[in-house]
Nanobody, 120 residues
Framework: QVQLVESGGGLVQPGESLRLSCTAS????????MSWYRQAPGKVREFVAA????????NYADSVKGRFTISRDNAKKTVYLQMNSLKFEDTAVYYC?????????????WGQGTQVTVSS
């Protein structure tokens, strides 16, 4: 059974940090590019960051560049999102996504999300 389980969300003040984790099971983790998305209340889900299968390539939304860092540990089947200098506008539910484009079809798996709230 495929599972992506996010953790690490919480309530923080502006300027503080959080590290999100997403642990996978039920599929070959190293065959999947991993990414983080977020969805704020009343808004569409948006891309935050992505990392290639072996971690060599990363990319970020402009809104988080220089503040967030995505990484992965294939041995632990886990992807991380280190979030520093958090802002009010980073408040959202954060989701991880696994994508496999190696075969004929694109396969996507999503986690259930973890809430991040930035508030004073």
């Amino acid at each position: 059974q495929v599972q992506l389980v996010e953790s690490g969300g919480g309530l923080v003040q502006p300027g503080e940090s959080l590290r999100l984790s997403c642990t996978a099971s039920g599929f070959t983790f190293r065959d999947y590019a991993m990414s983080w998305y977020r969805q704020a209340p009343g808004k569409v889900r948006e891309f935050v960051a992505a990392v290639s299968r072996y971690g060599g390539i990363t990319n970020y939304a402009d809104s988080v560049k220089g503040r967030f860092t995505i990484s992965r540990d294939n041995a632990k089947k886990t992807v991380y999102l280190q979030m520093n200098s958090l802002k009010f506008e980073d408040t959202a539910v954060y989701y991880c996504k696994a994508r496999n484009e190696l075969g004929r079809n694109v396969i996507d798996y999503w986690g259930q999300g973890t809430q991040v709230t930035v508030s004073s």
